[in-house]
């Protein structure tokens, strides 16, 4: 899971607003600021929509599709981030991004990211994570679980990915946090966090050029310096990607689960009761509360007939994950949140060859989180009303609650 590079930075949160129209999505843990162009359900599988751009571009909405949106070599990214195609941002993505390219760049790439998201390494990690989670939660009694628990979950994780020493790490998460508009702050201020945090990445590479650590920011400088893998710029925007998907995706997502099983005690209750269901209740919210409701957008490289439409070479294409994941023809009943679904199959990380490279981690996370909480805090409950939580507003693309009041 993460922010498309260039995404506007988030404004101040946004309340929530009235209930949605019947049928659509947007209930329960999916009420908030969703992007004007996501239509209202029941939509055509394949529609055009009018982008904040001025664009217009394709939106895929049914599970079958996007999935081969997102898989098929007829559809392109990298001729997405072109200036001449049409776009979801006014700010282009960096071209260098692990997430702009096509094959073979992106498979080179990939292949040396995927070294340090093995099964084994993402295990590994486990333990700190646990530790982490249990020690927030640890003689307390009330939390705002996304300042007192998400965030510093999220921020531990990848603060040990990178190499952040410990004594900087508090540091680290305050510029994180202005520049990818976790903190709200007007965008003179994010601007000039994103320039103070580019250049603390380069010292955070400089050390790791010294001593590189048993971390993947050491093992990417390695195949910098040694291998010869990746250039100075690809380097600097592979670490740019994974702070976008291993940090701010993460406490979102976090938040959107905690938030779904609150607003349905009886899920909660028979998962604090069952932990056994947690794995595939992980999959389950996932599914149901997708952090990022759009994929990157495609541009198609031939005339394809998609669902009945006609796309034209040169037109651009996304997929809405979230549609995609309430398709009913993938899941019965898709507005019911139900942590015992046999097939929780999602389009949350995406799918294909541009699948989040962080989605075991993000997994992994998750579930701790939610083991941790249930071990804990049986008898959670949110101290607010659902319908006057603050949210981050759409145009920030990750989405979450910015504050989750509760008590146990």
């Avoid at 700190?128 to 999220?154: C, K, M």
């Avoid at 650590?213 to 050491?218: A, E, K, P, R, V």
Wanted: net charge negative.
């Amino acid at each position: 899971m993460s922010t498309p590079p260039g995404a506007p930075v988030a404004a101040p949160d946004h309340p929530a607003p009235g209930p949605a129209a019947p049928g659509h999505p947007a209930t329960a843990a999916q009420r908030g600021p969703l992007p004007s162009y996501l239509p209202r359900r029941p939509t055509p599988d394949v529609v055009r929509v009018l982008a904040p751009t001025g664009d217009r571009l394709w939106l895929v909405t049914r599970f079958g599709l996007g999935r081969e949106v997102l898989t098929s070599t007829r559809f392109s990214r990298a001729m997405a981030v072109a200036e001449s195609a049409a776009a979801i941002h006014p700010m282009r993505p960096d071209p260098a991004a692990l997430t702009s390219l096509d094959p073979p760049a992106h498979g080179r790439l990939r292949r040396l990211v995927n070294r340090a998201f093995a099964p084994d390494a993402v295990a590994s990690l486990e333990g700190v994570i646990r530790r982490t989670a249990r020690g927030l939660l640890a003689d307390r009694h009330t939390a705002d679980l996304v300042s007192g628990y998400a965030e510093p979950l999220s921020a531990s994780t990848i603060c040990q990915m990178l190499g952040v020493p410990e004594a900087e790490q508090d540091r680290f998460v305050r510029l994180a946090n202005r520049a990818h508009g976790i903190t709200p702050c007007s965008p003179e201020e994010s601007e000039s966090a994103r320039h103070e945090l580019r250049a603390y990445v380069g010292s955070l590479v400089e050390l790791a050029r010294r001593e590189p650590g048993q971390h993947l920011l050491g093992a990417l400088v390695l195949a910098h310096e040694q291998e010869g893998a990746l250039d100075e710029k690809e380097l600097l925007a592979l670490v740019e990607l994974l702070l976008n998907a291993g940090y701010e995706t993460t406490i979102g997502q976090i938040g959107l689960a905690v938030l779904a099983l609150l607003e349905r005690p009886d899920q909660w209750r028979e998962m604090a009761h069952r932990p056994e269901l947690i794995p595939g209740a992980v999959e389950e919210l996932l599914r149901y509360a997708p952090v990022v409701p759009i994929s990157f957008t495609r541009v198609a490289r031939q005339d394809v007939v998609l669902g009945g439409q006609r796309i034209r070479a040169g037109e651009s294409v996304l997929v809405s994950l979230l549609h995609a994941n309430f398709d009913p023809e993938e899941h019965p009943s898709p507005e019911d949140l139900r942590i015992d679904r046999r097939s929780a199959r999602n389009l949350t990380f995406g799918h294909g060859p541009h699948v989040c490279l962080g989605a075991q981690l993000a997994r992994l996370q998750l579930r701790v989180a939610l083991e941790e909480l249930a071990d804990s805090c049986p008898d959670l409950a949110l101290d607010a009303d659902p319908g006057a939580l603050r949210w981050r507003p759409p145009e920030a693309i990750v989405r979450g609650p910015t504050s989750l009041p509760a008590s146990w």
